[in-house]
């Protein structure tokens, strides 16, 4: 079993920062990418950033410099630092991995998901 729980969301003035943290337990031999996307209300789910295992970063092109995305590979766990936020930055984001048990192929892992609020 795998899970990915997230941590840090909540509502926050335009202008304010946020830290959205995502750990990774149970049964992993290895993780690959780690990511975050989100969800506002009505839209499909968007790509926010992603990670390699190596530490290699993507990011949407609109995010680049107010958005760090960034992982501790010794505590599984893989961390967005969201600055500058503005109120269309709410929705909901979720934390994805890619993430191989043992004996197993890599397979992808979503989290539960977790509110961010930006009010004016």
């Known amino acids: 079993q795998v899970q990915l729980v997230e941590s840090g969301g909540g509502l926050v003035q335009a202008g304010g920062s946020l830290r959205l943290s995502c750990a990774a337990s149970?049964?992993?031999?290895?993780?690959?990418?780690m990511g975050w996307y989100r969800q506002a209300p009505g839209n499909q789910r968007d790509l926010v950033a992603t990670?390699?295992?190596?530490?290699?970063?993507n990011y949407a092109d609109s995010l680049k410099g107010r958005f760090t995305i960034s992982r501790d590979n010794a505590k599984n766990t893989v961390y967005l630092q969201m600055n500058n936020l503005k109120p269309e930055d709410t929705a909901v984001y979720y934390c994805?991995?890619?993430?191989?048990?043992?004996?197993?192929?890599?397979?992808?892992?979503w989290g539960q998901g977790t509110q961010v609020t930006v009010s004016v």
């Open positions: 994805n991995a890619n993430i191989q048990q043992f004996r197993s192929l890599p397979y992808n892992y």
């Open positions: 149970g049964n992993i031999f290895r993780i690959n990418s």
């Open positions: 990670i390699s295992s190596a530490g290699s970063t």
